[in-house]
């Protein structure tokens, strides 16, 4: 089993739909690379599609000069709006590289796959025996699998059906996957089917149901949680890392069944002064510093009762800023849960297809 011990971070920007510089958008992008190089550090940025609208050279160039002042690692991923007039992904491959790949860290393998090889959503069947030679081998290894692909499964108004889908749903039903992040949509949702945790991005070019701005990951071990950050939020960033949000639930190993830990991570470190947490909006309990700008304290599964309770999570800076975070975890103690298919926000009409 490959050590999980190691935190994971990666920051996804919604689709960009970049066109032409000085736009929202393109400001909108520079921050999220300020935000990548001087507050979060994560351990890679992951573009999620539709980086450009045209897939003109212009505007690879333009993603090309946005992309190049990170500086940590990143990847992309095409969309559809990446490959307009170019189903080869020519404009992609010779701008950014592989269409599809995958990296190992942490204890995690991270796929990377290219839905865009069929219009409107498909993979071919080199790229299928590839995912699933992936999936195995990191199950093999002990690793846990993440998938990154432009193509939301749960798209409202849209089919998620074309070649090499019916295997991808195969590969993804009968094989452990700790979660699916996408972009495409243009509105932000967290979609549990009970076995897996699929993500929408919000859109940073067409934003729908909120700010644009980037969705913050956290991965370690069992724990997996996530945020969106808004544009232009200053001060600190907090994330509850632990317990899961039962949203993000998908065995008994991520309920609370005994005593246990509250487990926050918090941005800039150095920066944070103080965090504090409370349950059932109850008394407020300082955290503890755990180095690498985590904080924790105690929690007391074992006098919680059965059922859903809400964790609240606040950060403070040295200048009296603060950020909050909040979850809802579940309790149960003969360690017994099973995940109700379930999404968050409800979402019933989109102007996006």
Same mark, same amino acid.
């Given at each position: 089993?490959?050590?999980?011990?190691?935190?994971?971070?990666?920051?996804?920007?919604?689709?960009?739909?970049? =066109?032409?510089?000085?736009?929202?958008?393109?400001?909108?992008?520079?921050?999220?690379?300020?935000?990548?190089?001087?507050?979060?550090? @994560?351990?890679?940025?992951?573009?999620? %599609?539709?980086?450009?609208?045209?897939?003109?050279?212009?505007?690879?160039?333009?993603?090309? &000069?946005?992309?190049?002042?990170?500086?940590?690692?990143?990847?992309?991923?095409?969309?559809?709006?990446?490959?307009?007039?170019?189903?080869?992904?020519?404009? $992609?491959?010779?701008?950014?590289?592989?269409?599809?790949?995958?990296?190992?860290?942490?204890?995690?393998?991270?796929?990377?796959?290219?839905?865009?090889?069929?219009?409107?959503?498909?993979?071919? +069947?080199?790229?299928?025996?590839?995912?699933?030679? &992936?999936?195995?081998?990191?199950? +093999?290894?002990?690793?846990?699998?993440?998938?990154?692909?432009?193509?939301?499964?749960?798209?409202?108004?849209?089919?998620?059906?074309? @070649? %090499?889908?019916? &295997?991808?749903?195969?590969?993804?039903?009968?094989?452990?996957?700790?979660?699916?992040?996408?972009?495409?949509?243009?509105?932000?949702?967290?979609?549990?089917?009970?076995?897996?945790?699929?993500?929408?991005?919000?859109?940073?070019? /067409?934003?729908?149901?909120?700010?644009?701005?980037?969705?913050?990951?956290?991965?370690?071990?069992? /724990?997996?949680?996530?945020?969106?950050? @808004?544009?232009?939020?200053?001060?600190?960033?907090?994330?509850?890392?632990?317990?899961?949000?039962?949203?993000?639930?998908? =065995?008994?190993?991520?309920?609370? +069944?005994?005593?246990?830990?509250?487990?926050?991570?918090?941005?800039?470190?150095?920066?944070?002064?103080?965090?504090?947490?409370?349950?059932? &909006?109850?008394?407020?309990?300082?955290?503890? @510093?755990?180095?690498?700008?985590?904080?924790?304290?105690?929690?007391?599964?074992?006098?919680?009762?059965?059922?859903?309770?809400?964790?609240?999570?606040? +950060?403070?800076?040295?200048?009296?800023?603060?950020?909050?975070?909040?979850?809802?975890?579940?309790?149960?103690?003969? %360690?017994?849960?099973?995940?109700?298919?379930?999404?968050?926000?409800?979402?019933?009409?989109?102007? $996006?297809?």
């Amino acid at each position: 089993m490959i050590g999980t011990d190691r935190p994971v971070v990666v920051m996804v920007p919604g689709d960009l739909h970049l =066109t032409e510089p000085g736009l929202e958008n393109v400001r909108v992008a520079s921050w999220v690379v300020e935000q990548a190089n001087r507050l979060i550090r @994560p351990d890679f940025v992951q573009f999620i %599609g539709d980086n450009v609208q045209d897939a003109t050279e212009a505007q690879f160039r333009l993603f090309d &000069e946005i992309r190049g002042r990170l500086e940590v690692p990143h990847f992309a991923l095409v969309g559809d709006h990446d490959v307009k007039d170019d189903p080869l992904a020519s404009g $992609f491959r010779r701008h950014v590289g592989a269409a599809h790949g995958s990296s190992s860290l942490g204890g995690f393998r991270f796929l990377r796959l290219n839905t865009q090889e069929s219009k409107p959503v498909g993979l071919s +069947a080199g790229q299928v025996e590839w995912f699933g030679r &992936e999936v195995d081998a990191a199950l +093999a290894s002990g690793e846990r699998v993440v998938i990154f692909q432009h193509n939301y499964p749960y798209q409202i108004w849209e089919s998620f059906e074309g @070649p %090499g889908i019916e &295997e991808w749903r195969r590969i993804t039903q009968t094989r452990r996957v700790e979660a699916i992040l996408c972009g495409h949509t243009h509105y932000a949702q967290v979609a549990n089917d009970g076995r897996n945790v699929a993500v929408a991005t919000r859109s940073i070019g /067409d934003p729908e149901g909120g700010e644009p701005g980037y969705l913050l990951l956290y991965f370690r071990g069992d /724990d997996f949680a996530l945020a969106h950050v @808004p544009v232009d939020r200053r001060g600190p960033v907090v994330l509850a890392t632990h317990p899961r949000d039962r949203l993000l639930a998908t =065995t008994a190993r991520h309920v609370v +069944a005994a005593l246990d830990r509250v487990v926050a991570r918090a941005w800039p470190d150095p920066g944070v002064v103080a965090v504090r947490a409370r349950v059932d &909006e109850g008394p407020w309990v300082d955290l503890n @510093p755990q180095g690498d700008g985590h904080w924790s304290a105690p929690l007391p599964g074992h006098d919680l009762a059965k059922g859903e309770h809400p964790l609240e999570v606040v +950060a403070r800076d040295a200048d009296g800023a603060e950020a909050t975070d909040r979850v809802r975890f579940f309790v149960d103690p003969t %360690g017994r849960y099973t995940a109700v298919p379930e999404s968050r926000p409800v979402v019933t009409s989109t102007a $996006f297809c």
